[in-house]
């Protein structure tokens, strides 16, 4: 069985999505394996909607098996999300090819970029070019144009393309395993776009739009705007889920996050992840004059420090996240839903024997102990948070009730 791997959020589940799933099978795909983010995104920000209700929307869109990212990869920086994406999907010894959206629209460019990332002199200019003030992708940017040329620093300037090459550089990384990327070239509107892409009659290829701009349309109750951009069967998961009061509001964060930051000791500032140059004392300031998140954003952020950085170390304090969790090797392997096909290849992968525990029940991962103890302890209390964003916020526990989703079974 040739099993095939994506890493996503499905924040939601859209057509550009979807596309990507087709192209996978029709490069040989028996079975689509996706490991997503949970609750909580790579952008430092809640899900509009639970891990349970995106993986049931991608398994009924022709995804076979899913796998949860756990919470600190999922909300980490783009190197640690990928290195922890790749490396949950290497853990399945079935899995041969890891597939993504790409600007690019093939390998060989990125493969020249992260050539150019290996370069000796790379870490000096970069250094010295972060010294100058600029953020560190600006700076990794124009370091690798000026060591390379501008053609190898190209794909850092695209979102899709700048992904692609850590999941490049994790592949590379990987002891022992070959497992073949296939770049499929990004269709219709671009990561973040601020308008929608409908081909004109005749063009071929869905209408697509960029996920925030859904979520924009979602949370505005615009569902009949954001409809012809997802597929029907995404589309009556996330009706059903809304009707069911299972979709957050991410704008119930602000408070709660407001004070667990306020009661925060100074010290425990420079105890949170992803921090350089005295940025907690920045942040410590912040928070203190700060009468809302959008406003001590805007206090703490500068052209160094970019929102969705900071809102990641913001996160870390609010659900706790451990400064270097994001590096640690994976403990465990949680499943949240498959098809038949799905059972099958995971089937499979038990027989070749896994490296890794496996279970969808959080329950016992973390009865495990240890690293996997601690970690499904972490998800539990994060699940509980994000409980809160709910029209009528749910009990705690949530995390441990969670069944396997089964769809297609008789």
């Given at each position: 069985m040739r099993i095939t791997g994506i890493i996503a959020e499905y924040n939601?589940?859209?057509?550009?999505?979807?596309?990507l799933v087709q192209a996978a099978r029709r490069a040989g795909a028996d079975a689509v394996a996706v490991v997503i983010g949970g609750n909580w995104l790579q952008r430092g920000e809640p899900?509009?909607?639970?891990?349970e209700v995106r993986a049931r929307a991608a398994l009924r869109c022709g995804v076979d098996l899913v796998l949860e990212l756990p919470l600190p990869y999922a909300a980490a920086p783009a190197r640690q999300f990928a290195g922890g994406g790749v490396a949950a999907l290497a853990s399945l010894p079935g899995?041969?090819?890891?597939?993504?959206?790409?600007?690019?629209?093939?390998?060989?460019?990125?493969?020249?970029?992260?050539?150019?990332?290996?370069?000796?002199a790379l870490d000096g200019e970069l250094r010295r070019l972060m010294g100058a003030g600029l953020p560190y992708a600006a700076a990794r940017q124009q370091a690798v144009a000026a060591l390379a040329g501008e053609e190898a620093a190209a794909p850092l300037s695209r979102p899709n393309d700048t992904l692609a090459v850590q999941y490049l550089q994790a592949l590379t990384a990987l002891p022992g395993r070959e497992i073949r990327p296939l770049a499929v070239p990004r269709q219709g509107a671009g990561h973040n776009s601020a308008a929608p892409s409908c081909p004109a009659p005749g063009e071929g290829g869905p209408p697509t739009a960029s996920a925030s701009w859904i979520r924009g349309r979602l949370m505005a109750g615009d569902w009949q705007g954001a409809a012809g951009f997802l597929p029907a069967a995404s589309l009556r998961t996330l009706e059903e889920a809304a009707r069911a009061g299972r979709m957050a509001d991410p704008a119930r964060l602000e408070l709660p996050l407001l004070a667990v930051l306020r009661r925060m000791p100074r010290e425990e500032f420079a105890?949170?992840?992803?921090?350089?140059?005295?940025l907690?004392?920045?942040l410590w300031g912040a928070v203190r004059q700060g009468k809302s998140l959008s406003e001590l954003l805007a206090l703490a952020g500068?052209?160094?420090?970019?929102?969705?950085r900071l809102r990641r170390i913001l996160l870390a304090?609010?659900?706790?996240?451990?400064?270097g969790a994001d590096r640690r090797p994976l403990p465990y392997l949680r499943v949240l839903g498959m098809t038949p096909r799905g059972a099958e290849a995971l089937a499979v992968c038990r027989r070749a024997g896994m490296a890794l525990p496996v279970s969808h029940s959080l329950?016992?991962?973390?009865?495990l102990g240890g690293e996997a103890g601690g970690l499904a302890e972490l998800e539990g209390r994060a699940g509980d948070l994000y409980g809160l964003l709910y029209p009528v916020p749910e009990c705690c526990g949530g995390e441990y009730r969670l069944p396997l989703i089964k769809e297609g079974f008789l």
């Open positions: 939601p589940f859209h057509n550009g999505h979807l596309f899900a509009l909607f639970p891990k899995l041969d090819t890891l597939a993504f959206g790409c600007e690019s629209g093939g390998i060989p460019p990125l493969l020249r970029c992260v050539q150019a990332l290996d370069h000796p105890r949170l992840p992803d921090l350089s140059e005295g907690e004392h920045r500068t052209k160094r420090y970019p929102t969705a304090a609010y659900l706790g996240i451990p400064a329950s016992r991962l973390k009865g």
